[in-house]
Nanobody
Framework: QVQLVESGGGLVQAGGSLRLSCAAS????????MGWFRQAPGKEREFVAV???????KYADSVKGRFTISRDNAENTVYLQMNSLKPEDTAIYYC?????????????????WGQGTQVTVSS
């Protein structure tokens, strides 16, 4: 089992920054691919970014150049640095863990999910 706890969400003005954290416990964190997804009101949950055990990353086109995913295996934590935030980035952000995957981008590829943290960007 893996437990994931997100933090760092909040209210920020457009153009501002936030850093989300996801603390993992349980199964070996360093061998996992860790992803961030988000779900805006009235919309389906969508892929944001993923980082695997080797540090390779992939981003959704909508956040490329603005968001950076990173991980600290010693701290069992994955981060999402969000810069130049836009109102359309408003959503609940979820972190997820996948094992045996290279750079998963589909929800069905992930084995464990956190509860989510709210990010609200005001215009």
């Amino acid at each position: 089992q893996v437990q994931l706890v997100e933090s760092g969400g909040g209210l920020v003005q457009a153009g501002g920054s936030l850093r989300l954290s996801c603390a993992a416990s349980g199964r070996t964190f360093s061998s996992s691919a860790m992803g961030w997804f988000r779900q805006a009101p009235g919309k389906e949950r969508e892929f944001v970014a993923v980082i695997n055990w080797s540090g390779s990353t992939k981003y959704a086109d909508s956040v490329k150049g603005r968001f950076t995913i990173s991980r600290d295996n010693a701290e069992n934590t994955v981060y999402l640095q969000m810069n130049s935030l836009k109102p359309e980035d408003t959503a609940i952000y979820y972190c997820a863990a996948a094992f045996g995957r290279y750079l998963p981008r589909e929800q069905r590829e992930y084995d464990y999910w956190g509860q989510g943290t709210q990010v609200t960007v005001s215009s």
